[in-house]
């Protein structure tokens, strides 16, 4: 059974019932969730040995998270408390040739204000096999990209397999940015997952 590290933010989603609209909608289904937390959670339904990183706020919805993640048997001994709040998308689900509408309200949330200081690299990668991130997690700010920075090094030190979804979301940073950080973070990359439109918006890798 592997040990596995996945690292970046969790995040409350509120979805309306039944594809209403937002004008619609009394009422809003509650989900936690986010893209290396996902992959957390597929892992450890695979019988994996699932550990997610990240930080919560030290309130009852911080709770809630940390809570929900354990009933799938991830584990979440190295995630921080602290910072203002939890961040939050709210989604409009499409119908018919209507698209989905996604509204992010992320300001401020706990990891993308997070320190080096929260993270003991070191003990999180003790024993561990692989580490999983994704082109979210730096994006989200500056601080947020430097601890993606300090955690694969980290991860390289203990001879830690690393993987990365570039996961472009052009919501959070421009092309070039993406280009700047991603970068430097894929010289500790052992695997990098990208779609073409990704690649391209990213690196400038155009399929032929």
């Not at 040990?3 to 989603?13: C, D, S, Y």
């Not at 009852?60 to 929900?68: K, L, N, R, V, Y």
């Not at 995630?79 to 939050?88: H, K, N, P, V």
């Not at 509408?101 to 990668?125: C, G, K, L, M």
């Amino acid at each position: 059974m592997a040990k596995v590290v996945t690292f970046g933010e969790i995040m409350l989603r509120l979805q309306t019932p039944d594809y209403q609209r937002y004008i619609q909608a009394k009422s809003f289904d509650a989900v936690y969730g986010g893209g290396e937390a996902n992959v957390a959670v597929s892992l450890a339904n695979y019988g994996q040995e699932a550990y997610f990183v990240t930080k919560l706020p030290k309130n009852p919805i911080g709770d809630a998270c940390a809570s929900e993640l354990r009933k799938y048997g991830v584990h979440t001994d190295y995630i921080a408390r602290g910072g203002e709040r939890l961040g939050i998308y709210f989604v409009e689900k499409g119908a018919s040739q209507r698209a989905s509408n996604v509204v992010y309200d992320r300001a401020h949330s706990s990891i993308s204000t997070a320190q080096p200081e929260d993270f003991d690299w070191d003990a999180i990668f003790e024993g561990a096999d692989w580490f999983h991130f994704t082109g979210i997690t730096p994006a989200v700010s500056d601080d947020a990209a430097k601890l993606c920075m300090e955690a694969c090094k980290a991860a390289k030190k203990h001879n830690v397999q690393v993987s990365c979804d570039l996961n472009f979301r052009k919501k959070l940073w421009t092309s070039e940015k993406a280009n700047e950080v991603m970068s430097a973070l894929m010289e500790y990359v052992d695997v990098a997952i990208a779609n073409e439109e990704d690649a391209e918006k990213v690196f400038g890798i155009k399929a032929s």
